[in-house]
């Protein structure tokens, strides 16, 4: 695990050390409205000596990703006279990180930045991989750069006016963390009510540790990272359908449903337990079962079919042996998709 | 010596051996009008067995360093479905490589890309800090990334279609190499009559030795890179007003008539022989003596005094103290550099 994340007072002070040792000529912080007022002003509270700031201000959302949005900073941080010692703090969720990432690795050749992640999502994503970037056009993540923030600075409050959907989409991907490769922490999982808690610094830090320890084995052992698809496959056949019919799924949401399609699945191909499946299937879909799925099963199915990750033309998926134990690469068959995915539309 | 740069036969040679290897799924080339016709075309049929190869025309000139331009480029490897495995080659001098380093480098989160410069001063440059970049508005290369390329060919014959003022604008880069460094070096440049060969390759290569080690060195010993600014503070001035004036020199040519003043400094300050000066001056000038300068004392007086390299209202130049050895931070007086200014204007 990187030690460079801290949590709560940890953060908050080594966020004031690294101000101070820094000796930056201005502090930017890139927020969208709900940062703006929910993170930032509280967080400014706290640091009462941070000296001259600027404040850029962008769009909630995905569009806010775009060259266009990208050029008004870049001009943003050039009328306020940002130089080279320049900090930039990205508070927001991964829409933030990523744009703000791109943004302080090519302004003057790249200037220092930190991360506030104020998602669940975020702060699971946040510091493993340096991804960052922009959509240019339709385009997801089109223009971008690897780059890893200097400091992740983690803290609960920021999670607390989140919608309910934001937490439990960030939720899904801490239980696939668990379902691919920690039984137990699944079962510490599970003990969870999202829906009234938060997860604690401990499972941030368990689900931040095992997306590291995946990623980084991958570099020796080529194809682990995919098990990290769990889920993926179906989830994001349905993420995709759910846009093209004007009623988009958040991530998390098509994951988790993706999931219950994957692990019904893994019965038949990766030799789960009928009732190892049916206990997590009825674990997600308690937090997941007001979550339509839209659009056809020949759609669905295409959509499946047009997966990169498959290999000539047969279908592979990442499927669960048992809960904890993840297989990539499983080929399953054309008929038991359109089954789950007929199950998934009857949900 | 950065081992990646590869002269004549010998690039040809590598550059083919790298396209098999790399096992490249499409190759892009970035040329501008002119190298379109007089590079690209020959290497071409140099390159037999280069596959499938699409080619990126934009206009000569520092324009071309957009916003603009880069997201054309952007769009038209994506309209051309360029995938990760592409490799970029940039066929140019320094605003094809400026361009095309930070295309490749925010492409997908990087590509491939080496670099073919087809100017003296590119080839000098192309592989030392790997400074890539693109001007935001009027502010030069505002936005950009470090980002060395895999490889540099040096390509001697791409020089032939280089009109005299470019070759000698390169040329006075390698003569201020030797002034600042290499009196050796410095003596074997004058016997050179750039109006009717090319530098040797060891010309070249002994340039890219003495700017690799100067900036290396930089990193332990603070404050050796100033020397490369030997003739850059008059020489900027002179560049920054004969463009407000409506009448540009070439960076180079700017340099030329730099260099020649502040040896004339030298000799007061930093104690240059009158006689060794006066030598250096003549053969200095008989490759620039149509080059005029433009503007009143007063303007240039005053673009000297803004140079960031000042301090605390001191006026700092790089100087020599021989030919060969150079002191940087060498304070000069204001009487003397308007005097010297008003020696140039009557050049």
Request: glycine share 8%; proline share 2%.
């Given at each position: 695990?990187p030690?460079?994340i801290f949590f709560?007072?940890e ?6 050390k690294?101000?101070?040792d820094?000796?930056?000529s ?12 929910h ?14 700031t600027e404040?850029?201000e ?5 569009e806010s990703k775009?060259v266009e949005?990208?050029?008004?900073l870049w ?8 130089d080279r010692?320049t900090?930039?703090?990205n ?13 302080a690795?090519?302004?003057l050749?790249g200037?220092s930045?930190?991360n506030?992640p104020t998602?669940?999502l975020s702060?699971?994503d946040a510091?493993?991989g340096g991804k ?11 223009i971008g750069?690897?780059l ?6 983690v ?5 607390n006016?989140?919608p309910?959907?934001?937490?439990r ?6 239980l696939?963390?668990g ?5 137990e922490?699944?079962?510490g ?11 604690s610094h401990?499972?941030i830090k368990?689900?931040?540790e095992?997306?590291?320890s995946v ?9 682990l990272r995919?098990i990290?698809?769990?889920g ?9 359908v759910?846009?093209e019919e ?18 019904m ?6 030799g789960?337990s009928?009732?190892s499946?049916q ?8 937090f997941?079962?007001?979550v ?5 099963t020949?759609?669905?199915f295409e959509?499946?079919r047009?997966?990169k990750k498959?290999h000539?033309g047969h279908?592979?998926m990442t499927?669960l ?5 993840a ?11 359109r ?8 949900w």
């Amino acid at each position: 695990m990187p030690q460079k994340i801290f949590f709560e007072q940890e953060a908050l002070d080594d966020f004031s050390k690294y101000l101070k040792d820094g000796n930056f000529s201005r502090v930017f912080f890139l927020v969208d409205e709900n940062t703006h007022e929910h993170c930032l002003i509280p967080l400014l509270q706290e640091l009462a000596e941070i000296g001259e700031t600027e404040i850029l201000e962008v769009e909630s959302g995905e569009e806010s990703k775009s060259v266009e949005v990208l050029v008004q900073l870049w001009m943003a941080l050039s009328e306020l006279n940002a130089d080279r010692h320049t900090l930039l703090v990205n508070l927001g969720g991964g829409v933030i990180s990523d744009l703000g990432g791109f943004l302080a690795g090519t302004y003057l050749r790249g200037i220092s930045f930190v991360n506030f992640p104020t998602t669940i999502l975020s702060q699971v994503d946040a510091s493993v991989g340096g991804k960052t970037g922009i959509n240019l056009e339709h385009l997801k993540n089109r223009i971008g750069l690897f780059l890893e923030p200097d400091r992740v600075y983690v803290i609960n409050s920021f999670l607390n006016t989140l919608p309910l959907e934001e937490k439990r989409s960030g939720y899904a991907e801490m239980l696939k963390h668990g379902l691919i490769t920690d039984k137990e922490y699944w079962v510490g999982l599970c003990a969870l009510d999202i829906t009234k808690e938060l997860p604690s610094h401990e499972m941030i830090k368990r689900s931040i540790e095992i997306k590291t320890s995946v990623v980084e084995k991958d570099f020796r052992e080529s194809g682990l990272r995919k098990i990290l698809n769990f889920g993926h496959t179906l989830g994001h056949a349905l993420e995709t359908v759910s846009h093209e019919e004007g009623e988009p799924l958040l991530h998390g949401e098509a994951i988790a449903l993706g999931m219950i399609g994957e692990l019904m699945l893994s019965t038949h191909f990766a030799g789960l337990s009928e009732k190892s499946a049916q206990q997590a299937i009825k674990k997600i879909s308690s937090f997941f079962e007001d979550v339509e799925v839209v659009g056809d099963t020949d759609r669905l199915f295409e959509v499946v079919r047009q997966d990169k990750k498959n290999h000539e033309g047969h279908i592979l998926m990442t499927l669960l042996n048992e809960i904890g134990t993840a297989q990539p690469d499983v080929e399953v068959s054309e008929t038991a998709v359109r089954d789950v995915l007929k199950q998934l539309q009857a949900w």
